[in-house]
């Protein structure tokens, strides 16, 4: 059986938050919002050290589209829906999101 292939170029958006695949151009962002996280992520994910590099920023960027065309991860950056942005966490208090759907 064939595999099916999934386009990695789109973007889902409700105009609050925008989620689209990684790119290569995340890496500065990815690597602040873990640094700026670090002490909670490194509770729980081992790869969340003292040390960790806009290095391997990089390298994790660099295996997403195989990742996601083999069908092992489907991950996404989380955007300002207006402007595009990382948003690095900074939801409002009164930002809320609702699951639709099943």
């Not at 925008?18 to 990815?30: H, T």
């Not at 602040?32 to 040390?51: D, F, K």
């Not at 939801?91 to 609702?98: H, M």
Request: charged share 30%; aromatic share 12%; glycine share 8%.
């Amino acid at each position: 059986m064939k595999k099916k292939t999934i386009n990695r170029n789109f973007v889902l958006t409700d105009g609050k938050v925008s989620l689209r695949p990684y790119c290569s151009g995340d890496a500065e962002n990815l690597y602040t919002a873990v640094r700026e996280s670090l002490p909670e992520l490194s509770v729980w994910m081992p790869w969340a050290h003292a040390y960790y590099s806009l290095k391997e920023s990089r390298q994790w960027l660099k295996g997403k589209p195989g990742a996601w065309k083999d069908g092992i991860d489907y991950d996404f950056a989380i955007l300002d829906g207006k402007d595009g942005r990382a948003t690095r966490g900074n939801f409002k208090e009164q930002d809320t999101f609702t699951r639709q759907g099943p």
